[in-house]
């Protein structure tokens, strides 16, 4: 390469910046009005006592909740207040207010998409129980945080009614037809409550349940059946649903069915009679006193959730 090339290259390099630099936007080229959409976005902000001259019932419920602690770092009382979530509201005062006009309206009425509501939430609430929510049984089904929730309801949680049984009775029609039987946890009067058990946000184990299987949620409280034992059951030790209804029953103990039916679904007659009701169930076909022929399998194989004897192979004892 001979000198006049090199001078040519070396101009080319230089040149490039500068034609970048002229190539540039600048405020002249716009009309010297542009500004950075920080500045534009604060600019559209009224502040949350424009919001209370209207909205004073709901700036009342807000202040009285966690979000209007404006001594903690992470509430929106501490940053925008009221516009930030529901983000700037001067279109929403220029036009004379209205429902959703010129606002994010986040309550269950609103027309508002479920995954903008979710996403105003989620903005700040992505740890915890609520870690769990993207891919839950819950978001799946288009559920939204207002759809439980409402910052300006006033009561605990912020949840939209007064316990937590009669806003999940609001879907679950099931749970709580059974909650009404004999045989129940005592969800209706209180000493239990449904997030007790289940993390409506999400969870790894199946039906929400807040543990890492329906078991382990159970031992929690019933820590007499964990095992191991040296004779085991193994409808126990595999799930305890498997003979009982979690949220109620007809029958004593909140199983399924009384005893010998429920028996009579695992165990067939091979071996061990399993004929209910009458003599001819029993070993021997003996004819052995009415109390035990009219009962149920429980009446001998009483260790049902497992047994430490050194003869308890039957769970008899």
């Known amino acids: 390469m001979n000198n006049k090339s090199l001078w040519a290259l070396a101009a080319l390099i230089v040149a490039l910046p500068l034609i970048s630099l002229g ?89 508002t998409p479920a995954a903008t509501k979710n996403a105003v939430c989620m903005s700040c609430h992505v740890r915890g129980k ?29 949840l939209s009614a007064p316990s937590q049984g009669e806003l999940c009775a609001r879907c679950h029609k099931d749970i709580q037809a059974q909650l009404q039987r004999p045989s129940h946890h005592p969800i209706r009067e209180g000493k239990v409550r449904c997030s007790d058990c289940h993390n409506p946000h999400g969870s790894i184990a199946r039906r929400l349940v807040s543990a890492s299987s329906v078991n382990e949620k159970c031992y929690e409280c019933h820590a007499e059946k964990r095992g191991p034992m040296l004779w085991e059951h193994q409808p126990v030790t595999e799930d305890c649903s498997t ?20 028996c009579q679904s695992c165990h067939s007659q091979q071996g061990h009679p399993s004929l209910g009701y009458g003599p ?17 399998c429980m009446n001998c194989h009483s260790q049902v959730h497992g047994s430490n004897h050194p003869s308890g192979s039957s769970l008899t004892r």
């Open 23 to 111: 190539a540039a936007p600048g405020p002249a080229d716009s009309g010297g009005d542009a500004k950075p959409a920080v500045e534009a976005e604060a600019d559209a902000k009224v502040g949350s006592d424009i919001c209370r001259a209207c909205h004073a019932d709901k700036a009342q419920t807000y202040a009285i909740s966690t979000h209007g602690i404006k001594e903690h770092p992470y509430t929106p009382a501490s940053k925008d207040g009221c516009e930030t979530c529901h983000g700037p509201g001067k279109r929403h005062v220029e036009s004379g207010g209205g429902k959703g006009v010129g606002i994010v309206p986040l309550s269950l009425e609103a027309p």
């Open 243 to 262: 003979c009982h209804a979690p949220h109620g029953s007809s029958n004593p103990g909140m199983v399924k069915q009384r005893g010998p039916l429920l």
């Open 130 to 158: 609520v870690a769990l929510w993207q891919g839950s049984a819950h978001q799946r089904r288009g559920l939204t945080c207002s759809t439980c929730h409402n910052v300006h309801s006033g009561l605990a949680k912020n």
């Open 280 to 296: 001819s169930g029993l070993p021997g076909n003996a004819a052995p006193a009415t109390a035990l022929a009219l009962g149920n």
